[in-house]
């Protein structure tokens, strides 16, 4: 069964930077599509970056060029670098894992999710 747990959230305003991690269990990273998603109150949770586990990465247009999404297969993590945070950024981060399609945003596409994590970001 895999399990993600994802932790870095937190609270800052316009223009900081958060780095949020998801622990996944054992061979996770290595062997799955990976994602990270977003939920702000009362829209649709969508699509924030994917990863293959070669290293193809995938980023929304909303943030392309302030996040970054990575893996270290050999501590079963994976991170999403979150620069240059706008209020628009206020969400529940989630992370998700067994993506068939790799690189999707799709949300049908990933069978294993984590239990969010909060960011808040200011004006």
């Known amino acids: 069964q895999v399990q993600l747990v994802e932790s870095g959230g937190g609270s800052v305003q316009a223009g900081g930077s958060l780095r949020l991690s998801c622990a996944a269990s054992?061979?996770?990273?290595?062997?799955?599509?990976m994602a990270w998603f977003r939920q702000a109150p009362g829209k649709e949770r969508e699509g924030v970056a994917a990863?293959?586990?070669?290293?193809?990465?995938r980023y929304a247009d909303s943030v392309q060029g302030r996040f970054t999404i990575s893996q270290d297969k050999t501590k079963n993590t994976l991170f999403l670098e979150m620069n240059s945070l706008k209020p628009e950024d206020t969400a529940m981060y989630y992370c998700?894992?067994?993506?068939?399609?790799?690189?999707?945003?799709?949300?049908?596409?990933?069978?294993?999710w984590g239990q969010g994590t909060q960011v808040t970001v200011s004006s």
């Open positions: 998700a894992a067994d993506g068939g399609r790799c690189l999707s945003f799709a949300t049908d596409n990933y069978n294993y």
């Open positions: 054992e061979d996770t990273i290595r062997n799955y599509c």
């Open positions: 990863i293959h586990p070669v290293g193809s990465t």
